[in-house]
């Protein structure tokens, strides 16, 4: 009986202890813990687009990354830009956007289609567009990469088929108005 109160006597000043000790961080001290670990992703609110009318931003959390959300409201194409950002671990920006393809090649059902490269904010900007289904679901994608020192800026955009000829022009217009805030 003494046994059974001493191990739930130590179980509750355990639970005390992790409550205690599991302080909510601060957000510079998530960010320097996650660059220390090579597979992080990082997300930035420290970044701006200008958006056409019809359009509007959300910024939040899934799974424990930042990310961006650039919406399109009532079209029934769909579209929409999501924006994250990835330490490119040492690689070139043409090796990192290489390797972003190769990922997608091995790992979805994904035929591309195009690829190339413009001025954004006095960086380059590498894209290239693919058509994907995922669980049975068809989209026309847009995939662009903005580096900057050492992290890529990763703006994906999706419409429904048939939506990227219509499309692919304005997220185009929304990637050259990427700017950094100060």
């Not at 046994?3 to 001290?29: D, G, Q, R, V, W």
């Not at 990082?42 to 961006?68: A, C, M, Y």
């Not at 990835?86 to 920006?93: G, L, V």
């Amino acid at each position: 009986m003494k046994l059974s109160y001493f191990l739930i006597a130590m179980m509750i000043c355990l639970s005390f202890h992790s409550c205690i000790s599991n302080k909510e961080k601060k957000p510079a001290e998530i960010l320097r813990e996650m660059s220390r670990s090579p597979d992080s992703k990082i997300g930035s609110e420290n970044f701006q687009f200008s958006l056409p009318e019809g359009w509007f931003r959300v910024d939040t959390i899934l799974e424990g990354n930042k990310i961006t959300f650039l919406i399109k409201e009532n079209d029934n194409l769909r579209p929409i830009i999501n924006v994250t950002n990835e330490f490119m671990r040492n690689k070139s920006h043409e090796a990192y956007v290489d390797g972003t393809k190769g990922e997608l090649l091995n790992n979805m059902d994904v035929q591309l289609i195009d690829n190339g490269s413009f001025p954004v904010s006095e960086k380059n900007c590498i894209w290239y567009t693919y058509n994907r289904a995922q669980n049975g679901i068809k989209r026309e994608m847009a995939y662009y990469s903005i580096a900057n020192n050492g992290v890529s800026c990763n703006i994906t955009a999706g419409v429904n088929p048939g939506g990227l000829k219509k499309y692919k022009q304005v997220f185009d217009e929304i990637v050259k108005s990427f700017r950094v805030k100060n």
